[in-house]
């Protein structure tokens, strides 16, 4: 094994280069991995932007702290492991050994804070200690802590689960997304009122047919929703969107919000959809999706986790429709092994490949990046080990 690793590097917003790192023995408790594909995630593409701000208003409010090696979807094989790691990292409690496939959640998190202790599904934790590929700088410790490398180093405490024979990595890096999507099986447990939340045979909106819509539409499919209705700006990414699941599909660049709502109503005999998530990312497409719902219907926002500015809204029509809006932050760390069981179990029900748009090496993961942008784009992978 060389004692020097690549890695793609965001120095600051708009730019990145290719950097080496010295290979990193493992401390105890820790180890060493290596990269076999990364996925490149819609923060990502935020912090290329220089939208830089997250958590706002909590206690792990940060603004970037650049250089910072980004990649966070990660599927990787162990390298170098100690007794400690081998019997601690994993969250599923396997026995981890130099040659196992894994992925990470990638929040480090404290264990010890009300959050941690309270409401341990989510890494909502008060003292977030990092985040992967995201929330520390790789002049920092021991430097590869993002997925854009070769190798990553698992400290301590990182939460690792074991990827099952048969799921190919590039899914595997998808496990982080679909635990993004297993929002929808929280809407179940809403019931305030009769038919509140998600139920079987539900109509569900998805506002973005990009990685992480198509991940809600397959999903939804997934947990018995009723008809789905997918949106975006682009035809071919929607006709993926109907491949996993969608029944209607409108492009926004070829009809009005007022025909959209139209459209979404004499879907759903005048009423309005039970469930609309939002997988854009920006801010100015929430008011026309509540305007989706039927009274007491369900908006879900998984999409703004980066600060992106805010919006106009009526506080007045959220309270006479009676609507429930439900922020989410992050994703189930604890339900990686379901996900990717449930994706291994749907290998054959759903078109995995078409998800997959582009392939790049290393060298252009500035590329990678860029192209993930693009319309004619879908969940773009980075493999470190090809020219």
């Known amino acids: 094994m060389s004692k020097k690793a690549r890695a793609a590097v965001l120095v600051k917003p708009g730019l990145m280069e290719i950097r080496e790192f010295d290979l990193p023995q493992p401390e105890k408790g820790a180890a060493l991995c290596r990269v076999l594909s990364v996925g490149v995630c819609g923060t990502d593409k935020h912090s290329y932007r220089g939208e830089t701000v997250q958590y ?25 492991i100690d007794e400690e790691a081998a019997q601690n990292l994993s969250f599923d409690g396997d026995y981890l050994k130099v040659g196992d496939r894994i992925t990470i959640c990638p929040d480090v998190v404290c264990g010890k804070c009300w959050y941690c202790k309270n409401m341990p599904s989510y890494p909502w934790c008060e003292h977030l200690q990092f985040s992967y590929g995201n929330m520390r700088s790789c002049n920092d410790g021991h430097h590869l802590y993002g997925g ?8 301590p405490g990182v939460r690792a689960y074991k990827i099952p ?38 109509t569900v909106v998805i506002q973005g047919s990009g990685p992480l819509g198509i991940a809600h539409i397959a999903m939804a ?11 975006d700006i682009s035809d071919y990414k929607l006709d993926i969107a109907k491949a996993f699941g969608a029944d209607v599909v409108l492009n926004v660049e070829k009809t009005t ?21 939002e997988c854009v990312g920006r801010p100015e497409v929430f008011p026309e999706g509540l305007k989706y719902l039927r009274k007491a219907g369900m908006y879900l926002e998984p999409g703004n986790f980066v600060d992106c500015g805010g919006t106009n809204i009526s506080v007045h029509e959220i309270c006479s429709r009676n609507l ?47 192209t993930s942008m693009t319309k004619e784009s879908m969940k773009v992978i980075i493999d470190p080990w090809i020219e």
């Open 324 to 370: 429930r809006i439900i922020g989410m932050t992050n994703h189930t760390h604890n339900k990686y092994k379901t996900v990717m069981e449930m994706m291994l179990r749907n290998k054959d029900t759903f078109p995995w490949d078409r998800l997959f748009s582009h392939r790049f090496p290393l060298a252009q993961a500035e590329e990678a990046v860029k």
């Open 148 to 155: 854009y490398a070769e190798y990553v180093y698992l400290e």
């Open 165 to 202: 024979d048969g799921l190919p990595n590039d899914l595997a890096c998808f496990t982080e997304v679909m635990c993004v999507a297993y929002t929808l099986e929280k809407a179940r447990e809403f019931s305030s009122f009769d038919l509140e939340g998600f139920n079987f045979g539900d």
């Open 221 to 231: 499919r997934m947990l018995g929703a009723g008809k789905i209705i997918a949106t």
């Open 257 to 277: 919000p007022e025909e959209r709502i139209a459209r979404i109503k004499a879907e759903t005999n005048g009423r309005g959809a039970e469930i609309v998530v």
């Open 56 to 80: 706002k208003g909590t206690e792990n409010e940060i603004d970037l702290p650049f250089p910072i090696i980004q990649g966070h979807e990660i599927a990787m094989e162990i390298v170098a």
